[in-house]
């Protein structure tokens, strides 16, 4: 008999010791649907497993696929190539990331290099935001002013000194009206 996957599910009935009498049929019948299983998920080779990533094509949204591992792979080639002709990566629009309190909702880290780890351009491809391979942020090229930043240090720490010179040097109003 042929296996019902993948155009249906098969119904089995469930066999009792020492009641039911158990046929070669209802083996086969297993046998059958496990074969229809592989078929589906692909064939290993050998050292492998069947969901390997090998796809080389280019991303599909109108393939029809033989098998699960040719559309994972797929899913692959889109994540890491892109969707579209303009887009490095999968392109997400609208929805929210809501973290669970305690947890890091998203994570840009890089490993290594002097590429930005993040940018945000306009339509005209101009760079705006973005945060540099050291983490920093900037917009454009310009760092961005954040309490803790060098920048910010070294800001506070001239404003506080004209401040204390302003301070220590004090003079008479009445000295610029010239009385």
Known sequence: MAASYPTSIRTFTNKVDLVDTVLADHVNALQDEVRALELVLGAASLGGSPLTSSYDGTFSTTTTWTSLDQRINNIEVGLVNGVGASSPYVKKVGDAIQP????????IKTTSGTANIF?????????????DSAGIPKVNTGKVLYEGSSEYNSLNTTANSAL???EAVRFSPFLLAGM
Not at 122 to 131: I, R
């Open 119 to 131: 940018e945000s351009r306009a339509a005209n491809d101009a760079l705006g935001f973005n945060v």
């Open 100 to 107: 669970t309190a305690g947890i890091v909702g998203l994570l």
């Open 164 to 166: 204390e010179t302003a």
